[in-house]
């Protein structure tokens, strides 16, 4: 645990020092407004990010997020088309996000197939059924009530709805797997399987229930993507599964399973979304921005790599001096 704070404290400092140094380029970007719009635009990639924490604590993946998000997007735009009312659509988002990953879950449970497995055909599957839904048609902001639209705008002592949403998520789920059994339980699962079965743990249930919160995290933030942004479409959120993942992995979540942080992974998407739009703002090319994300992601796996790796057994002790 002492090695997890030392890394979410070094993460912390990283983004400070690449705030500061944006800031000698463009000072307005300290400015309040700017950075409480940097963490607005962060909380989309703050919620998916916290969902696969949870999975990867289990020593499993979810690369269906982006997917989820697009369909449950589609669904609750479709749904204000036809005059639901917004109540209804947000937990209709929920609940079918989460009912998507119940079926990543499901599968990774009782057929035992590897959930990168499932989770990259799911993720074609969902794709597939929107286009299915719309036959490849948008849905625009004039399609849209003002209501749908207004929500993840509006903006509440100072921050977006949008942000208090990641605020919540992030309050919410430190409780979760700080101070309850299931939250211990995810950890057991990942840090040894087979030792969590003997202490009474359902592993396969226990990881289905971590598919089915990263899915109702994504359905969530679904309705938020599509409603700020004011379109939806097949392709929308297209890649971003693996932002996802990589926030997860630069906050220190072992991809074996069983060590990280809802605070690490909330830092490593705010690593993220400073790179995002710090770059643009001093001009620097969207191909390097990709280049600096890629390298800080292997950089993060080397650091993880450094510090999980346990020293050889001693065979030889040194001979004492006589």
């Known amino acids: 645990?002492?090695?997890?704070?030392?890394?979410?404290?070094?993460?912390?400092?990283?983004?400070?020092?690449?705030?500061?140094?944006?800031?000698?380029?463009?000072?307005?970007?300290?400015?309040?407004?700017?950075?409480?719009?940097?963490?607005?635009?962060?909380?989309?990639?703050?919620?998916?990010?916290?969902?696969?924490?949870?999975?990867?604590?289990?020593?499993?993946?979810?690369?269906?997020?982006?997917?989820?998000?697009?369909?449950?997007?589609?669904?609750?735009?479709?749904?204000?088309?036809?005059?639901?009312?917004?109540?209804?659509?947000?937990?209709?988002?929920?609940?079918?996000?989460?009912?998507?990953?119940?079926?990543?879950?499901?599968?990774?449970?009782?057929?035992?197939?590897?959930?990168?497995?499932?989770?990259?055909?799911?993720?074609?599957?969902y794709r597939g059924v929107i286009f299915l839904m719309t036959n490849g048609a948008w849905v625009n902001a004039h399609q849209m009530s003002d209501d749908f639209k207004a929500l993840p705008r509006a903006v509440i002592l100072g921050l977006p709805v949008m942000s208090w949403v990641a605020l919540a998520a992030i309050a919410l789920f430190t409780v979760l797997l700080t101070r309850t059994?299931?939250?211990?339980?995810?950890?057991?699962?990942?840090?040894n399987p087979h030792a969590a079965v003997y202490t009474g743990i359902n592993v396969g249930r226990t990881q289905c229930l971590a598919f089915m919160i990263s899915g109702g995290l994504a359905g969530l933030t679904g309705y938020l993507w599509v409603a700020r942004y004011a379109v939806a479409y097949v392709d929308i959120a297209d890649g971003f599964e693996l932002s996802v993942v990589a926030a997860c992995v630069i906050g220190?979540?072992?991809?074996?399973?069983?060590?990280?942080?809802?605070?690490?992974?909330?830092l490593g998407a705010l690593f993220l979304g400073v790179i995002n739009n710090a770059l643009p703002v001093v001009g620097i090319s969207p191909f390097w921005q990709m280049a600096i994300s890629g390298s800080a992601i292997v950089v993060a796996v080397a650091f993880n790599a450094a510090q999980s790796r346990t020293p050889g057994r001693i065979i030889l002790k040194p001979q004492e001096a006589r």
Not at 103 to 109: I, Q, T
Not at 181 to 191: E, I, K, S, T
Request: net charge positive.
């Open 1 to 125: 645990m002492s090695i997890l704070k030392q890394r979410e404290a070094l993460l912390a400092l990283a983004i400070l020092l690449l705030i500061g140094l944006v800031a000698t380029r463009f000072p307005a970007f300290v400015a309040p407004g700017s950075l409480v719009n940097v963490f607005n635009d962060t909380s989309p990639l703050i919620l998916l990010a916290i969902g696969q924490m949870i999975v990867i604590l289990t020593k499993c993946i979810d690369l269906s997020v982006a997917a989820n998000l697009a369909l449950c997007g589609m669904v609750a735009a479709l749904m204000n088309g036809a005059g639901v009312p917004l109540p209804l659509i947000l937990v209709a988002a929920i609940a079918l996000g989460a009912a998507l990953g119940a079926v990543n879950g499901l599968l990774v449970w009782k057929l035992g197939i590897p959930s990168i497995v499932v989770t990259l055909g799911t993720m074609t599957i």
């Open 181 to 191: 059994p299931l939250g211990r339980a995810f950890y057991a699962v990942g840090g």
């Open 252 to 266: 220190g979540v072992a991809i074996a399973g069983g060590a990280g942080s809802i605070l690490g992974a909330v």
